[in-house]
């Protein structure tokens, strides 16, 4: 271990940054240009191994060669005494890996922006020959100004868990693409893949393949071809499933054929978001005085305002999630009857009684006219998971024999569809909606007891469908 006051050559170590596989990272001061710098140094697993670590010595050599904003800066490599050390800029900021797992609040022009320069590094690096082969999160950093900076080429090529195995795959499992996995030749589209995997984490804060078990997860990444986006991001853009699709393709030679060709598929995609961000904070302010005129809550109306206040940083999925808000707000606030409208259970179904109204499904007077057992709604209060196991936002399931919807505390989450285009699913206290069509989400039911009563609901106002049909 190298304790602080430690001389490393010229330089002097203040403190210990952390440990990975790799070795020790240290904090240190260099007197010569007065800086203070990262130092990280090899492992005694490495360090007694002649061919490991004549191998780390070439990647750091080769490294040191990439010069690229978006690429840590290699600025020196020594050995002290029994200790080989390779000196590079010292990052603030923090690591996409924590940003993912706290869930920071970053727009989706931003994320855009993060993997635009991601994309850009490594297409540096392709261009002289070098893989990094071990994309990942953990080696992603985000300095202040999301500024983006691409850390351990070719250190990463030897994962510690691998040390003592000859021929053994390069990289972290989770971020294989599938030629690393079958122990193939890789070249600069398996770092696509890796990228992508990262691109989904990002956008979605879920990992595309995770299973229950690494080995589970290696099949998904070689096996499940379908992303199951709009359930992850139910309101993301329709340009974004293309570039995680083309990044994420078992076949290497359905990918882009390079990280040029994604930067700028995620650069176009960014633009458009910016241009239509314009058009819909103008449609944000031209609904607020109608929304202050008919008392919308003060939640929707001061979200609005705030919209507006930040056109200069402006935020596409926060627009078009509030826009979709402020329209059911309307929707529902123009209907005259809408104070007739009650949602009243059977005792039969175990689930309580509420007499309060309920929001009116689009265009549902004109589809219900004359048939009073369909026209009853029902109301549950539910989840929809999102972000990880554990987040979650609150809304209400409304069920009823010509309509079925869901309104969400965040709008992006909410649907609307024909109650016959629909299939449910229960198991457990889930409940999985989904259609011929795209309508497809999960929620999550206070316990198993209410997913049974939707589903036993569902199964009655199925039967009472199809018998008006006969």
């Known amino acids: 271990m190298t304790e602080p006051g430690t001389k490393l050559g010229k330089y002097t170590v203040v403190d210990k940054l952390g440990e990975g596989s790799m070795g020790a990272v240290y904090k240190a001061y260099d007197e010569a240009l007065d800086r203070h710098v990262a130092i990280k140094t090899m492992s005694q697993e490495i360090q007694w191994n002649s061919d490991l670590k004549q191998r780390f010595l070439r990647e750091a050599r080769a490294a040191a060669g990439l010069h690229h904003p978006n690429i840590i800066t290699i600025h020196d490599l020594g050995e002290e005494g029994t200790v080989t050390?390779?000196?590079?800029?010292?990052?603030?900021?923090?690591?996409?890996?924590?940003?993912?797992?706290?869930?920071?609040?970053?727009?989706?022009e931003t994320k855009l922006s993060i993997m635009m320069q991601v994309a850009d590094g490594l297409n540096h690096a392709h261009g002289r020959g070098i893989i990094h082969r071990d994309i990942k999160p953990g080696n992603i950093h985000l300095e202040p100004g999301d500024i983006v900076k691409i850390l351990d080429f070719g250190i990463a090529r030897i994962p510690a868990s691998q040390l003592t195995r000859s021929g053994a795959r390069l990289g972290t499992p989770l971020y294989m693409s599938p030629e690393q996995i079958r122990g193939e030749q890789t070249d600069e589209r398996s770092d696509i893949f890796s990228t992508g995997i990262v691109f989904y984490a990002l956008?979605?804060?879920?990992?595309?393949?995770?299973?229950?078990?690494?080995?589970?997860?290696?099949?998904?990444?070689?096996?499940?071809?379908?992303?199951?986006?709009?359930?992850?991001?139910?309101?993301?853009p329709a340009g974004l499933r293309p570039i995680l699709e083309s990044c994420l393709a078992k076949d290497a030679d359905r990918r882009y054929g390079s990280m040029a060709e994604l930067g700028r598929a995620c650069r176009n995609l960014r633009q458009e978001l910016i241009a239509a961000d314009g058009r819909l904070t103008s449609e944000v302010e031209s609904l607020l005085p109608q929304l202050k005129q008919n008392g919308s809550p003060a939640r929707i109306v001061d979200g609005g305002e705030a919209l507006v206040r930040g056109r200069e940083n402006p935020d596409y999925m926060a627009l078009t999630r509030w826009l979709a808000s402020a329209r059911a707000a309307l929707a529902t606030v123009s209907d005259p009857d809408r104070t007739q409208r009650t949602t009243t259970l059977d005792r039969a179904e175990g689930v309580t009684r509420v007499d309060r109204p309920a929001p009116v499904f689009p265009a549902q007077r004109e589809s219900m006219g004359g048939r009073p057992e369909r026209e009853r709604i029902y109301r549950f209060r539910v989840e929809h998971p999102h972000g990880g196991s554990n987040a979650a936002c609150a809304g209400e399931l409304l069920i009823s024999g010509v309509d079925v919807a869901y309104w969400a505390g965040e709008p992006g989450h909410a649907f609307h569809a024909p109650f016959e285009s629909l299939r449910l699913e229960q198991q457990d206290d889930r409940i999985e909606i989904s259609g011929a069509g795209k309508e497809k989400r999960t929620l999550r039911a206070r316990d198993a007891t209410q997913a049974a009563s939707i589903r036993q609901l569902w199964e009655k106002l199925g039967k009472i469908v199809t018998s008006r049909q006969a």
């Open 203 to 236: 956008v979605t804060s879920i990992h595309p393949f995770r299973d229950k078990t690494t080995s589970a997860s290696l099949e998904n990444i070689l096996y499940q071809r379908e992303l199951r986006l709009e359930e992850h991001l139910p309101d993301a």
């Open 85 to 108: 050390y390779i000196v590079m800029e010292l990052l603030l900021g923090k690591g996409l890996k924590a940003l993912i797992r706290e869930g920071a609040p970053m727009t989706l």
